[in-house]
Each structure stands twice: as structure tokens, then as C-alpha cells.
């Protein structure tokens, strides 16, 4: 019998990828220094998403769970939802890709929808989206106040992956010509605390 310990071993492909394939497959992890048990977060979660058919939920330590969805569509419909909360702790859900072990699943970034109030009407455009959301962090939309060209809010709305091992932004100073600063501020949507 060969000694494995400390080895760099290679796998071969699997030829078929079973679940994998059929099913979308996320890990969450409870962002919160205390415990929420297992069975407590699963009924939290499922009885938010409306308890869709065919999910398998599976307790993988760590803080982790693993759900697979054979509704592929249903599951990233649910992502996009997000964030998610469970009795006041954050639930950041990522994408396990193939390759990957559930191990190496970052949960040090997490989208969000931001809602940026305070911007001058003419700046409520495209670019100012796309330069804040990438400020911000990584820009995943950017939805348009506008309306069939009428403006239907006061805030610019961006969904934005973050860095959530550092503090969350609240806000920035606007430069403008020939007035003072603008207090720029950020409401994170589905954010208890914001």
C-alpha cells in the first residue's frame, strides 16, 4: 500500500457528472459569529423560497450548507433574490462550479442591490451607473430609472458583488461646479441594519 499523505495525486474526468449536471448547486454560509442550527436555517430558507419541489439540502460543517436545486432556473432565480437573512444573520449563497471543492466556495464576496440616493437629476444616466457599481466593486446590472423614457424614481438602482470581509460603503461627496460637495448615500436593499 503506497503512503498518500503530502502527495499531489491526479484525478481523472469523470465520464458522466451525475447531479452536477442535472442540478444547480449553491453553498450558503451563515455570515454571524453565533450558531443557527442546520434545521432551523433550512425551514427559514425553504419557507422563504416557497418550498420548491426537488431541492436536497445537506449540512457540510463550517458554517456551510450545500443545496441542489433540479430546477436550474428556480435556484438562480433565488440567488437573484438575494441577499437572504435568517433571524437577523446574513445568508451569502454562491454558485458550486465544477472543479471546485465546497471547500474552496468563496463567501468573502456577496451581491447586493444598492439603491444610490441623492444623485443629481443630470447624472441619473448609464455611466454614472456603470462608474459607481464599479467603484462599488463588480457591477452585475444596472437598472434604468427610466421608464419608456419618464423617470420612475429618485435613486439610481445597481446590483453589485462586494467585498464583505471589509465594511459595506455608505455613501461619497459628489464633486460639483460652482456648488458645494453632495452627500451621495447608499441603501443596501434587503439589508437589515441599512
Known amino acids: 500500500m503506497n503512503n498518500i499523505e503530502g502527495k499531489v495525486i491526479k484525478l481523472n474526468k469523470p465520464g458522466k457528472l451525475g447531479y452536477k449536471k442535472d442540478c444547480l448547486n449553491m453553498v450558503r454560509k451563515i455570515i454571524s459569529e453565533k450558531e443557527v442550527s442546520l434545521k432551523t436555517c ?3 430558507l425553504l419557507g422563504m ?4 419541489q426537488g431541492v436536497a439540502v445537506t449540512d457540510i460543517g463550517q458554517k456551510k450548507m450545500l443545496f441542489s436545486f433540479k430546477d436550474r432556473k428556480r435556484g438562480l432565480q433565488i440567488i437573484q433574490n438575494g441577499p437572504w437573512n435568517v433571524r437577523e444573520n446574513l445568508v451569502n449563497l454562491r454558485l458550486w462550479m465544477e472543479g471546485e471543492s465546497v471547500f474552496e466556495v468563496d463567501h468573502d464576496c456577496m451581491e447586493f442591490w444598492i439603491q444610490v440616493h ?3 437629476l443630470d447624472h441619473m444616466n448609464k455611466e454614472t451607473r456603470i462608474l459607481i457599481g464599479g467603484m462599488l466593486g463588480v457591477l452585475a446590472e444596472a437598472e434604468d430609472p427610466k421608464v419608456n423614457g419618464i423617470l420612475r424614481r429618485s435613486f439610481l438602482r445597481i446590483r453589485v458583488s462586494i467585498n464583505i470581509t471589509k465594511a459595506l460603503p455608505i455613501g461619497f461627496w459628489l464633486e460639483r461646479e460652482e456648488m458645494p460637495p453632495l452627500w451621495v448615500f447608499f441603501k443596501y436593499e434587503r439589508l437589515s441594519d441599512s
Open 118 to 120: 441623492g444623485i443629481p
Open 42 to 44: 433550512k425551514n427559514a
Open 49 to 52: 423560497w416557497e418550498n420548491p
